[in-house]
């Protein structure tokens, strides 16, 4: 089945900086690509996706970009705010099958 | 429009014990995935449901079972409560599992304590 693994585990950056989390994967039938976020407390939150007819993504801060050759893609948090502090987790899928996820990194914004 | 949610919110048990968590997905929505989320672990994949059956099963013993009914409403149930169930349960949401994948969104969980 489909191996999904996420780097780093922790992540520490200051306010202001760029932050990225890469994941791979192993299945190359995998097509859709969504990145959560989750708050303490809180369930998931899905801040942006990429299938895999695209190469790269933006949204304001976020972007993703994926190398489908490679089996990799990233996250990408530019300037970032003591608000993104959050475990972000990447996940996998394809088509009739379930969404795999990452073991989550954790961010830390220190302002 | 309202989001995915869960019920109930926190649970305490005893082991051997049986629990029933119930998931009510967004309007529309005829998909629902539960995952078991632990630390260290990430989101492990339970099952997924779409028109009441069972359309993907993930690794877990046959204590973990679900089912969705008509109306796309999903309960999973855990039977013979152990200490290591002790997780968040979450429950995912998506217009249909089909063809062109679509977003899933999450309801809060339910945190389950197994004492």
């Known amino acids: 089945g489909e191996n999904v693994e996420q780097h780093p585990s922790t992540l520490s950056v200051q306010e202001g900086d760029s932050a990225v989390i890469k994941c791979t994967y192993s299945d190359s039938a995998s097509n859709y690509f ?20 695209v190469g790269e ?18 996250l990408h948090i530019t300037e970032t705010q003591p608000e993104d502090s959050a475990v972000y987790f990447c996940a996998v899928n394809q088509a009739g099958t379930a969404l795999i996820f990452g073991k989550g990194t954790t961010l830390s914004v220190s302002s | 429009k309202a989001g995915v949610t869960q019920t109930p919110r926190y649970l305490i048990k005893t082991r051997g014990q049986q629990v029933t968590l119930s998931c ?17 672990q990430g989101l492990q994949f339970l099952f997924e449901y779409f028109s009441e059956t069972q359309r993907n099963k993930g690794n877990f013993p046959g204590r973990f079972s679900g089912r969705q009914f008509s109306n796309s409403r999903s309960e999973m149930n855990v039977s013979t409560l152990e200490l290591g169930d002790s997780a968040l349960y979450l429950c995912a949401s998506r217009k249909t599992p089909g063809q062109v994948n679509t977003e899933a969104f999450f309801g809060q969980g339910t945190r389950l304590t197994v004492v």
Do not use: C, M
């Open chain 1, 57 to 74: 993504k933006k949204d304001q801060r976020i972007a993703v970009t994926l190398n489908k050759t490679a089996k990799h893609f990233s």
């Open chain 1, 34 to 53: 969504p990145w959560y976020k989750q708050e303490l407390g809180k369930g998931p939150q899905l801040i942006i996706d990429i299938r895999s007819n």
């Open chain 2, 24 to 40: 009510s997905p967004i309007s529309g929505h005829r998909s629902v995935s539960w995952y078991q989320q632990t630390p260290g």
